[in-house]
């Protein structure tokens, strides 16, 4: 086993030993051990979201982090999320399992177990009824798609699965044999290309769990410049409404729409259009969930910013699929863009649903096709 000097640091509420290269450097190595202080937000929206999750659970509270790391998501999830039963960490990296020992020796912590074994045998051990668990993550490098499918059967009826995806030159168009070996579905290059990538990572999910007649429902997804994350509830039922189509975009007019089926003409001004998917048409968010979300805020210790998203989510949470940029809206228009709030007035008093997004701050999703759009605007 390696050994290092190590540093300690203070994430949320917990006391975490890194290797100190992984502060300092620009890329975090590998070696010793993994850790990523930029994936700070992704963890604060986990311990915020798992305690919302694990409020309103029954049953055994155990949570099992198949590619731990330096466990930091793990000892967080110990140490500040109430009522958390057992946390059992998993990696191949035996120095970083050990420096999460250590670490939960620092903050007292009698719930956290580490496990060094490869991810699917590891979940795969607990895929039985009755040993499967509440809530199971897996942040990998790259691609979750070839750990998804062990995970869900780790994961008991009613529990929650996150999964961490870091491959965006893959879902975000630069290879499309790539994505849809790994996802199954092709992204288009769009302004709103990363909520198609979130939608392809839902799909890819939804595939997966419909061979072993699983219902995924997503709850919440987030994403900053380097990754996407899912939180799906899994229900061990089989699906009871398809929700897997295309998004239909038209370079030409700017027309887009979520279609259950292909198309290769745009319903708007009949030019040929570009067509991302399979992917994910249902709604990404639970409104009730983000409330709940919410609701948590003033018990975590997270950024500020968690909060702000939050309001954003449950705003767009029941929203149409597919927002559009106030940037590009203008550029159609050769006129400078329209403020956040102004644009969401004008289309609400033109009668339209209208709300801003989390995806993109300069967002807005709503009801109007781009031709209303434009209409309202100008007015
Ligand atoms: C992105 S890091 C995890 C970061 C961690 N979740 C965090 O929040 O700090 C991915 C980890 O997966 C581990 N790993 C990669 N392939 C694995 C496999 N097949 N089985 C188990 N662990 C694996 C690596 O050792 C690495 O620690
Ligand atoms: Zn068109």
């Given at each position: 086993m390696q050994t290092f000097n190590d540093l300690e640091i203070v994430e949320g509420k917990t006391k975490i030993l890194v290797p100190p290269d992984s502060v300092n450097a620009k890329v975090p190595p590998k070696e010793p051990a993994f850790f990523n202080p930029r994936a700070r937000l992704n963890r604060d929206f986990s311990v915020i979201a798992y305690s919302a999750f694990i409020k309103n659970f029954e049953g055994p509270k155990i949570f099992l982090d198949?590619?731990?790391?330096?466990?930091a998501r793990g000892l967080r999830v110990a140490n500040e999320?109430?009522?958390?039963e057992k946390v059992v960490v998993n990696d191949l990296n035996s120095s970083a399992l050990s420096l999460g020992l250590r670490s939960a020796k620092l903050n007292n912590l009698s719930n956290y177990e580490i496990s060094e074994n490869e991810t699917c045998r590891f979940l795969s051990s607990y895929s039985k009824k009755g040993s499967r668990a509440a809530i199971v993550d897996i942040d990998p490098f790259g691609s979750p798609s070839k750990y998804i499918d062990c995970a869900i059967r780790a994961t008991m009826h009613g529990g929650l699965f996150s999964a961490t995806a870091t491959d965006l030159q893959v879902l975000h168009g630069l290879a499309n044999d790539a994505c849809k070996r790994r996802y199954y579905g092709i992204p288009v290059k769009t302004e709103y290309g990363n909520e198609i990538a979130i939608r392809l990572i839902l799909g890819c999910i939804n595939m997966i769990a419909a061979r072993f007649d699983v219902e995924v429902v997503p709850l919440f997804v987030e994403n900053e410049m380097h990754y996407y994350r899912t939180y799906v509830k899994i229900l061990n039922?089989?699906?009871?409404?398809e929700k897997m189509g295309y998004i239909l975009h038209c370079n030409f007019c700017g027309n887009r729409t979520t279609f259950e089926y292909q198309s290769?003409?745009?319903?708007?001004?009949?030019s040929k259009i570009v067509m991302a998917g399979p992917l994910w048409t249902g709604q990404l968010f639970s409104k009730k969930y983000v409330l709940s979300m919410l609701e948590q805020i003033p018990n975590c210790s997270v950024d500020k910013k968690c909060e702000k998203i939050l309001q954003r989510c449950a705003l767009e949470a029941e929203m149409p699929g597919t927002y559009f940029t106030l940037d590009e809206i203008a550029e159609k228009m050769k006129c400078a863009p329209l403020s956040l709030k102004k644009a969401i007035n004008k289309l609400q008093n033109g009668g339209f649903l209208a709300s801003p997004t989390s995806l993109n701050f300069k967002g807005i999703r709503t009801s109007a096709n781009i031709n209303e759009l434009k209409e309202i605007f100008a007015s």
């Open positions: 198949g590619l731990a790391g330096i466990g999320v109430k009522n958390i039922k089989p699906i009871q409404q290769n003409v745009c319903s708007l001004c009949n």
